[in-house]
């Protein structure tokens, strides 16, 4: 198996766009590099080469998922971080990524809190630009980890209800996973306070659910989104006490599931609030599952993008 | 004193005294002297050869930023001059979001002399309604009004105070300024970027919802009405605020509006590819909107077309979107643009001639904006088919923030004339001798 050439562009930039073969491909690769890593005889098609991950938002998670990913497949990581760099010093976006560009990785893997920052900075650099989060709005790798992991469990996404639960308004991962989810035959739901459904969502693929119990009922995979309290300034809810009454994931309301039906969250949880955590460590979470094939869904990126 | 100066063969398309056909066009001493079928030759006199053209009041462009003093990296008033008559404009309204901020008449004095050494066209100044634009307590409206200024306003910021702007509104009859208005609910903006709806959702941008500018229309016009105060709406862009104006004036409320060339011609499908020179404030918004501003335009809801032209450099605009400054450039762009609304059929060409002169003239009590015998002598010359490519590099003002780029116009400055002199033609500035 050889990695998926990316045809339109060389950068991940977000699902958008992407089709449904480009997609199975990836998970394939990903299947690959999961049964050769398992076996102790992980494939090195990165040997000699370098990414470069440059975070502007703290994430541990996603940073060090790529780094294991890429170190894995015989890269050498690069970690461009924001404190004690020129980035604190009042260094632009764009000077910062033509600096590392200047380095020579074949990729850059970029988290911004602004959207549109990594597709500003593929217009910039000779390298790849993959997208590690873009303000509120993609974060490829992370859809494309939740649908690995579901279509994993269930064989197929084809007929499946997903319903994606929290703050919509904000998050990139709700949005990448929209349009992931749809592209491999997923119908998907979206639910959260009104103040953080944002307008027209319905245009990107979803529905919006008219009442989240009933909506957790229904559906084959309930995805809640991380309540972010630095990204609430507006006090979208009264508080996270009410929050957790209305939008969070209980024991009891997950008890009401349909058999067979799955927990994802992106992580890291915030136990009480979107999720109890007898939901977060019980039968239906896939949490560490998501972890884990984030790393191969990762290797199967790099393997593609970062040349 | 300038010497006689006749424009022979064109098309006088003056709305106000109702002159649209073949027209000689005779100034002397700086002032119109005489509109005739066929004027008779005067010694001494220059000719403007305007055969194939239209010959229009000078276009007056009611929100302009010149930038000057304080960020002349971006605009300087002569600049900004250039760039004026280069697009037809024999007169133009400095917003007073200078450095510093035109809140007092040294800064009024200032940039009328530094127009005045520039020599190309009228500069008019508007003054701040409140000290430092900071919504909090009156400028010396009264000097301002002393100083020259034509109209206040704290533009680029809405002023949220209500009793201060009651207070102002009050105020400023005792001077006749009309005042303009920037109209946004900060606490409806909030942290928005561009306007509420599917592309706001699908690019992960905050929303500006609509009611965040309709909301302040109402407000203002309530207090308007109740102190029968002037007041002039800056760049409206959304349907609900041209309804409340419309209703208003019926009414017989004392409001003037504008529109910008970018709200009446383009949605926010121009930020796709987070493009920040799609990026104002107010945001572009959807295609119902742009009806509702092009209707309001065509049935004098709106009185007047206005740039906002706002200078800025890549510093502000090559950035994250959500980081890059508000604003773009537009007085080389509007009079095509504007014509583009004939082309179309939505306004008739005495319209968009009465927007762009006579309108706004009566906005804010300005001089000119017709021909009639006495007015200043300022005129716009315009090839009503000269087909072009608007290019930011060939632009004459330092900055080149323009979502118009690349885009093919009809309808060109053949010559600008201020005050009796030819100050542009044949794409190049006249400088003044």
Redesign the interface.
Known sequence: MSAPRATRNPHLLGIEGLDRSFIEALFELAREHKRAVASGTPRTPLAGRAVANLFFEDSTRTRTSFEIAAKTMGAEVLNWTVAGSSVSKGESLLDTAKNVDAIGPGAIIIRHSSSGAALLVSRYVRCSVINAGDGAHEHPSQALLDAFTLQDRFGTLEGKRVLIAGDILHSRVARSNIYCLRLLGAEVLVSGPPTLIPRDIEMLGCKVAPSFRSAVEMADAVMMLRLQAERQPDQAFPSAREYAAHWGLTGALAQQMKDGAVVLHPGPVNRGVELSPEVADGVRSTILDQVANGVAIRMAILETFAW | MVKPLIIRGGRVIDPHNRVNGPRDVVFKDGRVAEVSEKAPAIEGAAIVDARGCWVLPGLIDLHVHLREPGDEGKETILTGCRAAVAGGFTAVVAMPNTRPINDSPLVTRYVQGRAREAGLCDVFVAGAISKGLKGEEMAEIGELASAGCKCITDDGFPVMNAGLLRRAFLYARAFSLPVMLHEEDLTLS??GVMT???R????????IPRSAEVSMVARDLAIAEETGARVHFAHLSCEGSVRLVREAKRRGVNATAEATPHHFTLTDAAVE??DTNAKMNPPLRQMEDVKAIREALADGTIDAIATDHAPHGPLDK??????AANGVIGLETALPLALELVQQGVLSKERAVELLTIGPARAFGLPGGHLGAGAPANVTVVDPDAKWIIDPMAFFSKSRNTPFHGRSVIGKVSHTIVGGRVVFEGGQIVENG
């Open positions: 909030a942290r509420e709806g599917h706001a959702t699908r690019l992960g941008l905050m929303p590819g987070y090559e950035v994250e979107f959500d980081k």
